[in-house]
């Protein structure tokens, strides 16, 4: 996910989201995260800076050696982690998951990699294929970027050069402390693709614990992978599952479903999100899904009305589509992340018409 949660400048930075995918700003106190134990020796660490998108941390530790699911979205936040796993045991990092190719998942893997030199680094084969065809680029526009949107803000405007409201003025002043410790953290950064891939699944037993590492097939990307703890019945699920607003900027709306249908039949007691705090039910995964079953039975509804999809856009379709049903359940009463749900099911009818178009 690559969003700006609960945040005032929401519409500044989604625009800055489209162009800048590795360097959306996190800014705030240095320990703001919390920790929450999903049982002996599993913990899941949620970034929860203000404004923060890094993604949930979950570390497995085994009698030899130590599980980690994601390396978030900053070196800087990736050393925090080290050091609070160091807290919890002396054994090393032995293998670190990326969940899926988003940066908010795998920007620390050269920290990790620099603290363990014997650590694996897990992907999904799809997702080291785009990870090395996007992340280069990224790593390497990033600095400029954000220095530009820091020199912008500084002369209070955004980064179209427009004038920010006195409101947004007041909010830029307490964002620059944390842009320019971004901006230290990406100009440091090196890319460091995984080194060992898989397509199907992997069973990896850290000492006296079995870690299943699955790709159940597509959803929010190509090569999507959970982690399950069979014995524990802990599911870690990456950005299939995000709360409060999911995140369906690219992904395969019908696929998806399916996905969590095999999540479901897992049966977990406990599911970490990809962002958010943890689920002990499946209430959220199920929301999940009917608003994408209700997207994509729509879309195909209007495209039975209007003909083969591929001499169609999204336009002919959007306005048949209804999904204000699902906005209080996922956002409440609260205007930003009402915003946020219109901005995400606009995309999700994109990615659902998109998917139809290419059978
Ligand atoms: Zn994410």
Redesign the pocket.
């Given at each position: 996910?690559?969003r700006t949660d609960g945040f005032g400048l929401r519409s500044l930075f989604l625009s800055l989201a489209a162009f800048l995918i590795a360097a959306i700003p996190v800014f705030g106190d240095a320990n703001d995260r919390e920790v929450t134990k999903l049982a002996d020796g599993v913990y899941a660490i949620q970034h929860t800076r203000r404004g923060a998108v890094s993604?949930n941390t979950t570390v497995i530790i085994g009698d030899r050696e130590v599980f980690v699911v994601d390396s978030t979205h900053q070196p800087s936040l990736a050393r925090e982690d080290i050091a609070q796993i160091r807290q919890w045991t002396n054994k090393p990092v032995g293998y670190l998951l990326n969940t899926h190719f988003?940066d908010?998942?795998h920007s620390g893997n050269k920290t990790y990699l620099d603290t363990f030199p014997l650590l694996t680094i897990i992907a999904h084969e799809e997702t080291k294929k785009d990870m090395d065809l996007i992340e280069p680029g990224n790593i390497e526009r990033g600095p400029t970027h954000l220095a530009a949107i820091i020199s912008a803000f500084k002369q209070g405007k955004d980064q179209q050069g427009q004038p920010l409201s006195e409101d947004d003025k007041k909010q830029v002043q307490e964002l620059l402390p944390g842009l320019e410790q971004q901006l230290t953290d990406l100009k440091t950064m090196v890319y460091q693709p995984p080194t060992l891939t898989f397509s199907d699944r992997l069973t990896i037993d850290i000492g006296n614990r079995e870690v299943q590492v699955k790709h159940l097939g597509r959803g929010n990307t190509p090569g999507d992978a959970i982690v399950f703890l069979p014995k524990e019945k802990i599911l870690v699920a990456g950005?299939l599952l995000?709360h409060p607003i999911p995140?369906t900027y690219d992904g395969y709306p019908t696929e998806w479903i399916e996905t969590l249908q095999k999540i479901a039949q897992l049966d977990p007691q406990t599911i970490v999100p990809?962002?958010g705090p943890i689920f002990h039910d499946k209430t959220y995964l199920y929301l999940m899904q009917d608003l994408l079953k209700s997207a994509v039975d729509q879309v195909r509804a209007r495209i039975r009305q209007i003909g083969f999809p591929g001499s169609h856009s999204v336009d002919d379709v959007k306005g048949s589509v209804d999904l204000t049903p699902f906005k209080t359940k996922f956002a409440g009463d609260d205007k930003d992340l009402q915003a946020e749900f219109d901005d995400m099911t606009a995309h999700l009818v994109k990615i659902a018409f998109n998917e139809a178009a290419q059978r």
């Amino acid at each position: 996910m690559k969003r700006t949660d609960g945040f005032g400048l929401r519409s500044l930075f989604l625009s800055l989201a489209a162009f800048l995918i590795a360097a959306i700003p996190v800014f705030g106190d240095a320990n703001d995260r919390e920790v929450t134990k999903l049982a002996d020796g599993v913990y899941a660490i949620q970034h929860t800076r203000r404004g923060a998108v890094s993604g949930n941390t979950t570390v497995i530790i085994g009698d030899r050696e130590v599980f980690v699911v994601d390396s978030t979205h900053q070196p800087s936040l990736a050393r925090e982690d080290i050091a609070q796993i160091r807290q919890w045991t002396n054994k090393p990092v032995g293998y670190l998951l990326n969940t899926h190719f988003h940066d908010d998942h795998h920007s620390g893997n050269k920290t990790y990699l620099d603290t363990f030199p014997l650590l694996t680094i897990i992907a999904h084969e799809e997702t080291k294929k785009d990870m090395d065809l996007i992340e280069p680029g990224n790593i390497e526009r990033g600095p400029t970027h954000l220095a530009a949107i820091i020199s912008a803000f500084k002369q209070g405007k955004d980064q179209q050069g427009q004038p920010l409201s006195e409101d947004d003025k007041k909010q830029v002043q307490e964002l620059l402390p944390g842009l320019e410790q971004q901006l230290t953290d990406l100009k440091t950064m090196v890319y460091q693709p995984p080194t060992l891939t898989f397509s199907d699944r992997l069973t990896i037993d850290i000492g006296n614990r079995e870690v299943q590492v699955k790709h159940l097939g597509r959803g929010n990307t190509p090569g999507d992978a959970i982690v399950f703890l069979p014995k524990e019945k802990i599911l870690v699920a990456g950005d299939l599952l995000v709360h409060p607003i999911p995140y369906t900027y690219d992904g395969y709306p019908t696929e998806w479903i399916e996905t969590l249908q095999k999540i479901a039949q897992l049966d977990p007691q406990t599911i970490v999100p990809g962002h958010g705090p943890i689920f002990h039910d499946k209430t959220y995964l199920y929301l999940m899904q009917d608003l994408l079953k209700s997207a994509v039975d729509q879309v195909r509804a209007r495209i039975r009305q209007i003909g083969f999809p591929g001499s169609h856009s999204v336009d002919d379709v959007k306005g048949s589509v209804d999904l204000t049903p699902f906005k209080t359940k996922f956002a409440g009463d609260d205007k930003d992340l009402q915003a946020e749900f219109d901005d995400m099911t606009a995309h999700l009818v994109k990615i659902a018409f998109n998917e139809a178009a290419q059978r």
